[in-house]
């Protein structure tokens, strides 16, 4: 049974700092591209950052360039999220999510699992 487990978030002031983790379970970790996705309330889910299988190709989100950074462990089957210098407007649930390729991918029909996500809310 394939698992992605979020863990990591909470409540950060504004220009805080929370890492994400995600690990997978019961699929091969190592051969695909992963991702990060949020979804705020009464919007739509949205692309945050995508990691190719091997961690040398990464792509972020305009909104998040420059402060948040995506790694992976492939020996630990985890997937990480460095968020730094938050936001109130990053307040969301984030969610991570299995691409059924090796290459990176900003959309949401790109990734075949997905994790039950954490929530992350930033205070101002």
């Known amino acids: 049974q394939v698992q992605l487990v979020e863990s990591g978030g909470g409540l950060v002031q504004a220009g805080g700092s929370l890492r994400l983790s995600c690990a997978v379970y019961?699929?091969?970790?190592?051969?695909?591209?992963m991702g990060w996705f949020r979804q705020a309330p009464g919007k739509e889910r949205e692309f945050v950052a995508t990691?190719?299988?091997?961690?040398?190709?990464?792509y972020y989100a305009d909104s998040v360039k420059g402060r948040f950074t995506i790694s992976r462990d492939n020996a630990k089957n985890t997937l990480y999220l460095q968020m730094n210098s938050l936001k109130p407007e990053d307040t969301a649930v984030y969610y991570c999510?299995?691409?059924?390729?090796?290459?990176?991918?900003?959309?949401?029909?790109?990734?075949?699992?997905w994790g039950q996500g954490t929530q992350v809310t930033v205070s101002s």
């Open positions: 019961g699929r091969t970790f190592s051969s695909n591209a």
């Open positions: 990691i190719s299988w091997s961690g040398v190709n990464t």
């Open positions: 999510a299995a691409a059924i390729v090796a290459a990176i991918g900003r959309r949401g029909n790109e990734y075949d699992d």
